[in-house]
């Protein structure tokens, strides 16, 4: 058979994603902060979109009519802007505010930034309260700030700065010593002198370099660092593991006296950095509101508070369109409007998209939302996807980022899909997160005398309710919870008995 090129035409179904098709996926999960955000800068390149937020400031002030009256307050700040201020009438006598109005310098300017904030009248909007709240002092200020009063010489400034640099949020030094002296060409000598004057800044326990040297640090501070509480603070490992008994022995003390000793370093801060600002923190806002309905069933709703709604102005489009000089200008303007036809569309296809899945979450865990954890059902994503018809990589991006507000309380929409675990009744499988919630409540309710072990629990779950679980599951379960062992446990509740 002879090789050679050749012609030939072939049909073939291919699923091609354009860029704004790529776009509107990415929106199905981004969180609301998230998307308000993609919104803005639209708004801002896109001059065809504008928000829905109700009529604008000039239509309103047409449409309410004047008051018969001024206030008290209108007539103070109107007043207040026909009084020239100290600087124009020094600048008409072509000479300094000193000269003219000795005293009234630093209050006239409070009273010019007064009255700017108490006017409204040109249509400004009312200053946010927050500009004007003090700001809390960062951890790292509040360093440099007594590295300063501390230090004099230049050269421990430096070093100081550098070590400053190097403190993490829970306060602990984070950087090598060696690694500074490197960088500074110091001694490694010379910066653990700076780091040991460094130690005595507030709070106490700042740069410390471990959990032992933080709280011996406080300890000292306190006047309590004496030979025995050092030997405690070397055998931190016991105090974990919650060995009494042979921390006793180690420390050389009788068990009242280890007691209060506990005491004292339980009352100790292991992260003395984490009292400062570490930035702004957001609260977590619902995305769907599920409520009983008045028949019997649920109500399922938007939040319609934090979904941005835009538009798009076509009479402004009309009118620039007619007036467009060249073909440059109305390229830009027909992308303007397909960009902003295409992002109302995929703003409301989102919105219908996360209400579909959120139905249908809720139709599936109708027993947890009145009954309880207990009840949660085991669920995936392909379950939700075959009973809407969608595809599970678009399920898993509705439900990310994604919050929903029930009677049970505020649930990520990722919590409700969970794992199944097989059940030897022959009845409906169980929900991985209710296990974890059984081993729980077992837990809690044991014994001091009576400690539950891992294989005890699996045999409980297996009598009562009949979930086949290996101790391997509920031992990694109980981890996952942060629920020590047995053995711990027992010292924990021994430790109390004798405490009380």
Known sequence: ????????????????????????????????????????????????????????????????????????????????????????????????????????????????????????????????????????PTLSDHLNDQIGLLLTDPAERLIARFLADGVNEAGYLTVELETIADQLGATTEAIEAVLARLQTLEPAGIFARSVKECLTLQLRERDRLDPMMVRLLDNLDLIASHDLGTLARAVGADREDLLDMLGELKALDPKPGRAFERGPVESVVPDIFVREGPAGGWLIELNSD????????????????????????????????????????????????ILKVATEIVRQQDAFLRRGIAFLRPMTLKVVADAIDMHESTVSRVTSNKYVATPRGLFEMKYFFTTALGSSTGEADHSAEAVRHRIRQLIEAEPAGDVLSDDTIAESLQKEQGIEVARRTVAKYREAMNIPSSVIRRRQKRALVDAR
Not at 49 to 67: F, M
Not at 308 to 320: D, I
Not at 325 to 333: H, N, P, Q, S, T
């Open 1 to 136: 058979m002879a090789l050679g090129p050749r012609l030939e035409v072939r049909q073939s179904q291919s699923l091609t994603l354009t860029p704004q098709l790529m776009q509107s996926i990415r929106l199905l999960q981004l969180s609301h902060l998230e998307l308000n955000a993609f919104v803005d800068a639209e708004l801002l390149r896109n001059p065809l979109l504008e928000r829905e937020d109700g009529a604008e400031p000039s239509e309103t002030a047409e449409a309410t009519e004047p008051a018969a009256e001024l206030s008290a307050y209108e007539d103070t700040v109107d007043h207040g802007d026909r009084i020239q201020s100290a600087d124009t009438i020094a600048n008409s006598f072509d000479t300094e505010v000193e000269n003219v109005f000795p005293e009234q310098r630093g209050e006239d300017r409070l009273a010019s930034d007064w009255t700017q904030i108490g006017s409204l009248g040109d249509g400004g909007e009312a200053p946010d309260i927050d500009q004007f709240v003090a700001a809390r």
């Open 306 to 353: 934090i979904l941005p709604r835009v538009l798009v102005n076509r009479t402004y489009y009309a009118s620039v369109a007619a007036k467009a000089r060249d073909g440059a200008e109305k390229a830009f303007l027909v992308d303007c409007l397909q960009t902003a036809n295409w992002l109302t569309k995929s703003l409301d296809q989102r919105a219908q998209t």
